[in-house]
T-cell receptor, first 116, second 110 residues
Framework: DTEVTQTPKHLVMGMTNKKSLKCEQH?????MYWYKQKAKKPPELMFV???????INESVPSRFSPECPNSSLLNLHLHALQPEDSALYLC???????????????FGQGTRLTVV | QQPVQSPQAVILREGEDAVINCSSS?????VHWYRQKHGEAPVFLMI?????EQKGHEKISASFNEKKQQSSLYLTASQLSYSGTYFC???????????FGTGTSLTVIP
């Protein structure tokens, strides 16, 4: 199984709502990532979990809250988002060796989020 | 730090060759190359780990100049299926962030 599964595929939420994005992989990867991608732009790194610990937070607003319940699951909790947060949210996972990502990252198909 | 790619966009006819460049201001541990088609997730093409390394899969190959912090992706005899946006991704020597480059839109026409 070389898949990263993200749910839901599409999400529309109001600015006062609370929702969660989910990501799952069963490849035994110990690094998992959240990226945000706007149209015609490269993916922007948001968070990195390494061995279930948050290792990188790229100055993301607190209305985005990541969680890694176990080595296979990654969540992104959303609260009080703004319309400019509308984007494609991509989850990825990769092997780690000596703290390095020296193999490919596998990406999920993403959640297309619209904040109204 | 986000690496910079050039060119921003390129249009090719089937069978033509293209080179996409990726440049970083930071010392790099690795360079990855991905292709993303519209509405889809990025798909891995290859990874380069050491300076001067070159890899390839038939008509797509890449090189990594560790001293210059630069990588190039070579596409030869392009096919319609090569169309998409190409991103390099870099992991710096210090820290383990993985940043995508600015992207290159490649369109292959018949």
């Amino acid at each position: 199984d070389t898949e990263v599964t993200q749910t839901p595929k599409h999400l529309v939420m109001g600015m006062t709502n609370k929702k969660s994005l989910k990501c799952e992989q069963h490849m035994g990867h110990r690094a998992m990532y959240w990226y945000k991608q706007k149209a015609k732009k490269p993916p922007e790194l948001m968070f990195v979990y390494s061995y279930e610990k948050l290792s990188i937070n790229e100055s993301v607003p607190s209305r985005f809250s990541p969680e890694c319940p176990n080595s296979s699951l990654l969540n992104l909790h959303l609260h009080a988002l703004q319309p400019e947060d509308s984007a494609l949210y991509l989850c990825a996972s990769s092997q780690m060796s000596k703290g390095r990502m020296n193999t490919e990252a596998f990406f999920g198909q993403g959640t297309r989020l619209t904040v109204v | 730090q986000q690496p910079v790619q050039s060119p921003q966009a390129v249009i090719l006819r089937e069978g033509e060759d293209a080179v996409i460049n990726c440049s970083s201001s930071k010392a790099l541990y690795s360079v990855h190359w991905y292709r993303q088609k519209h509405g889809e997730a990025p798909v891995f093409l290859m990874i380069l780990l050491k300076g001067g390394e070159q890899k390839g899969h038939e008509k797509i190959s890449a090189s990594f100049n560790e001293k210059k912090q630069q990588s190039s992706l070579y596409l030869t005899a392009s096919q319609l299926s090569y169309s998409g946006t190409y991103f390099c991704g870099t992991e710096e020597v210090t820290g383990n962030q993985f940043y995508f480059g600015t992207g290159t839109s490649l369109t292959v026409i018949p």
